[in-house]
């Protein structure tokens, strides 16, 4: 299994770039969301894979997270999603916004993916709702943009404001998943608890930890 390459993009196409790892190429497909955040060709980058395997093909698929790698493992597991179906939605969500939709039941933005239909998206919200939680618990993995991606030279600075975006990416799901292990060790069940959190979240995406537990727990609270 490949887990991961790191090397020197030295192409790019519409649905896939191509990696130098020390002379070998590795064609690695990803969604049109991790493809925008790539650097320019000649330049480092590192990616968590997913190999698919099947009796006339071999296909890498590349994230710039290890959460985002397991949402894709997930949704692939949904009858009718295949790897195009899972990229799309990863694409129109990001990772994130899968669990969000996934915990609040909101079949209606998976639709909104390209060629997911309501049948599919309502799939995936019912069948992958108890597994939602302990993907969101696992909090955010470094970025792309500041993966250790040279593998023979140290990692230049960074100059450009990709750092900043991924470190606040980064403490927003760490903090999700703090409020989320919080709420259930306070007893509420985990489906509810990923719910209010992801709610939480999405009506302040800058939230702290206590700011998160707060608000999911007013969610949370019998409402009069």
Known sequence: MIGRVAGVVIGRGEDHVLIDVRGVGYVVYCSERTLAALPAVGEATALFTDLLV???LLQLFGFPTLVEKEWHRLLMSVQGVGAKASLAILGTLGPDGVGRAIALGDWNAVKAAKGIGPKTAQRV????K???PSVMAMGGAP???VLDAAPDRAPEPQTSAAPRVAQAAQGSGAAQ?????????????????AGAVAQAAGEAPEADTAALIRAALRLLAPQS
């Open 130 to 132: 108890d597994k939602a």
């Open 54 to 56: 099947r009796e006339d």
């Open 177 to 193: 998943a703090e409020a989320l292990s919080a709420l259930s060790n306070l007893g509420y069940a985990p489906g509810e608890a």
């Open 143 to 145: 970025d792309v943009a």
């Open 125 to 128: 919200v019912n069948e992958l």
